[in-house]
């Protein structure tokens, strides 16, 4: 059974720099399609991006294409998710998801899902 772990989130300026890892367990990671979500209190979960497969393919939300890169370390069973320029908009909890299907999968539909990591501005 696959198993999700969140790690890197915390306190960050507007404007700087973050690396969110996203550590499996249980299985091969290189084998699922892994999504990033955010969700922002009272605000609806957001994927934000996804690298598929073997990593033939990457995903961005219009909202975070060109500030944010998603990664895979085989090796390290983990994929991560750089992400620079933070705006306000960027700060939430994000959690990982993995899906044996592509990208696009629904979200309902992933069925292993991480606990999340809190990214908060600071003043």
């Not at 620079?84 to 994000?94: G, H, I, R, W």
């Amino acid at each position: 059974q696959l198993q999700l772990v969140e790690s890197g989130g915390g306190l960050v300026q507007p404007g700087g720099s973050l690396r969110l890892s996203c550590a499996a367990s249980g299985s091969t990671l290189d084998h699922y399609a892994v999504l990033w979500f955010r969700q922002a209190p009272g605000k609806e979960r957001q994927k934000v991006s996804c690298i598929s497969r073997h990593s033939t393919n990457t995903y961005y939300a219009e909202s975070v294409r060109g500030r944010f890169t998603i990664s895979r370390d085989s090796a390290k069973n983990t994929v991560y998710l750089q992400m620079n320029s933070l705006k306000s908009e960027d700060f939430a909890v994000y959690y990982c998801a993995a899906g044996r299907a592509s990208c696009f999968e629904p979200r309902d539909h992933l069925p292993f899902w991480g606990q999340g990591t809190q990214v908060t501005a600071s003043s």
